[in-house]
């Protein structure tokens, strides 16, 4: 894949790279109803997601360069994930590797059960899911389906 990918916190100057991102309809395809957002509504949801607690955003980025978002969302008793890549990267393994590296520092920072919604359409980002361990919960509504990642049981050794 090349060059390491790292997740840095979202600041409001990377608004412009969201925007760009939320601007592109191949990019918001399977997000919420279809449409692009514009960048006054992009610099509302940036906002929002610096000031509110449960909600964390991170910028992907690969030497330096932003490539795409990273979302984690508090939901009760689960984080719920989400991603957009830079449709000029797609094909490179970066869902993948943003994905990875998302749960990462997630289970780092204590967090344990996770969960995503993915149009049933959407079969890449269904196949990358499912490659962490995501399994289908529940169909909401027409086509978005709810995965929830399963995490292996650790067998203990026996006490000595």
Not at 19 to 46: C, K, M, N, P
Not at 107 to 129: C, P, T, Y
Not at 134 to 151: H, N, R, S, V
Request: no cysteine; aromatic share 8%; glycine share 8%.
């Amino acid at each position: 894949m090349g060059p390491s990918l790292v997740l840095t916190p979202m600041a409001t100057t990377d608004t412009d790279f969201v925007a760009r991102l939320a601007a592109d309809e191949r990019v918001t395809a399977f997000i919420g109803d279809g449409s692009t957002w514009s960048h006054e509504y992009t610099a509302q949801r940036v906002e929002h997601a610096l000031s509110d607690p449960a909600i964390s955003w991170f910028i992907a980025r690969r030497q330096n360069s932003p490539v795409g978002l990273f979302t984690a969302t508090e939901r009760g008793q689960a984080t719920e994930i989400g991603y957009w890549i830079d449709p000029e990267y797609w094909g490179q393994g970066l869902a993948k590797a943003v994905v990875g590296e998302g749960l990462s520092q997630l289970q780092e920072s204590g967090r344990s059960a996770f969960i995503a919604r993915v149009d049933d359409a959407n079969i890449a980002s269904l196949k990358v899911l499912v490659r962490y361990g995501f399994i289908a919960q529940a169909k909401e509504g027409p086509g978005l389906i709810t995965l929830k990642l399963a995490m292996p049981t650790v067998q203990m050794p026996p006490a000595s």
